[in-house]
Nanobody, 129 residues
Framework: QVQLVESGGGLVQAGGSLRLSCAAS????????MGWFRQAPGKEREFVAS????????YYADSVKGRFTISRDNVKSTMYLQMNSLKPEDTAVYYC??????????????????????WGQGAQVTVSS
């Protein structure tokens, strides 16, 4: 089992940057494929990005590609989401998630929330225009 805690959310103007962190505790962090999702009011939870166990493979939603960067530090048991060039439509609660998985590749299958075993409590990101 693993516990996940997000931090780093907040209010930023359009065009600004934020970095989210997801700290994990419990079972070995490097055993998990990790993902970021987001949910805006009245909308379904949406995939943002995923990263393989080693960090060598990443996968992004088209809406954030080129603006967001996912990374992880297995020594610190922490995953990050660097968000640049933020837009008002990026406003949402951002969740990190963990999938106990074999292999070291991430692709389209990591878009599905049902794939993930553990979730954090979420961090609010608000982008003002």
């Amino acid at each position: 089992q693993v516990q996940l805690v997000e931090s780093g959310g907040g209010l930023v103007q359009a065009g600004g940057s934020l970095r989210l962190s997801c700290a994990a505790s419990g079972r070995t962090f490097s055993s998990y494929v990790m993902g970021w999702f987001r949910q805006a009011p009245g909308k379904e939870r949406e995939f943002v990005a995923s990263i393989s166990r080693s960090g060598g493979s990443t996968y992004y939603a088209d809406s954030v590609k080129g603006r967001f960067t996912i990374s992880r530090d297995n020594v610190k048991s922490t995953m990050y989401l660097q968000m640049n060039s933020l837009k008002p439509e990026d406003t949402a609660v951002y969740y990190c998630a963990a999938d106990y998985s074999f292999g070291d590749y991430v692709g389209p299958s990591t878009r599905h929330p049902d794939k993930y075993d553990y979730w954090g409590q979420g961090a609010q990101v608000t982008v003002s225009s």
